[in-house]
């Protein structure tokens, strides 16, 4: 089964500043999607950006990146002007494209915190 | 954009009783998933739905049961809630692979 790795339980960014989330993914798969969720306190889990495999180039959604390197396994969230709004639980999630069984895998989270 | 709620919110029963959990979604999704989310714990696929009378157990064991009768509706049941069911519920649909959308969760304490 694919498992879905981020190492860093806690973050924290000051207000303006960019912050990285890491990632790492373990797949025997070619072609997937790549997913970064977040999550606020007590709210709802909304997508902030997505990446499939097949594509080279890195996806960007206004102030926020990913930096995803496929031979490594290895999907980043980088966070440019953090903004108090920013503070939430960050979920790295991998989508097989398989259509059968489970297809979602998701890691275990970082909280990040912004600092005013 | 896709509207998925789950209600209740927040749910505190004592042990032994009987809860459903509904989730309902607007849009049609064939697809449809119940998560359980513990802190600091990865989401964990408890059930999952492709369609209409389509059920499928999913990676976590659970004791609950779901249904699917109508394309709009999952709900989740437990026949006798137990301390160790505490935890937070969450209901997702999807329409096509690169898509997946949250409800707000359902927040449940077994007493």
């Known amino acids: 089964a694919q498992t879905v790795t981020q190492s860093q339980p806690e973050m924290s960014v000051q207000e303006a500043e960019t912050v990285t989330l890491s990632c790492t993914y373990d797949?025997?798969?070619?072609?997937?999607?790549l997913f970064w969720y977040k999550q606020p306190p007590s709210r709802q889990m909304i997508l902030v950006i997505r990446?499939?495999?097949?594509?080279?180039q890195n996806a960007t959604e206004n102030r926020f990146s990913v930096n995803f390197q496929k031979a490594a396994k290895s999907f980043s969230l980088k966070i440019s002007d953090s903004q108090l709004g920013d503070a939430a639980m960050y979920f790295c999630a991998y989508r097989s494209l398989l259509n059968t069984g489970n297809q979602f895998y998701f890691g275990t989270g970082t909280s990040l915190t912004v600092i005013p | 954009e896709a509207d998925i709620y789950q209600t209740p919110r927040y749910l505190v029963i004592g042990t032994g009783k009987k809860i459903t959990l509904e989730c309902s979604q607007t849009m049609g999704h064939d697809k449809m998933y119940w998560y359980q989310q513990d802190p600091g714990m990865e989401l964990h696929l408890i059930h999952y739905s492709y369609g209409v009378n389509s059920t499928e157990k999913g990676d976590l064991s659970s004791e609950s049961t779901v249904s699917r009768i109508r394309t709009e509706h999952f709900p989740l049941t437990l026949e006798s809630a137990r301390p160790s069911h505490t935890s937070q519920y969450l209901c997702a649909s999807s329409p096509r692979p690169e898509k997946l959308f949250f409800g707000s969760g359902t927040q449940l304490s077994v007493l």
């Open positions: 990446q499939e495999a097949y594509k080279q």
């Open positions: 797949t025997s798969e070619s072609d997937y999607y």
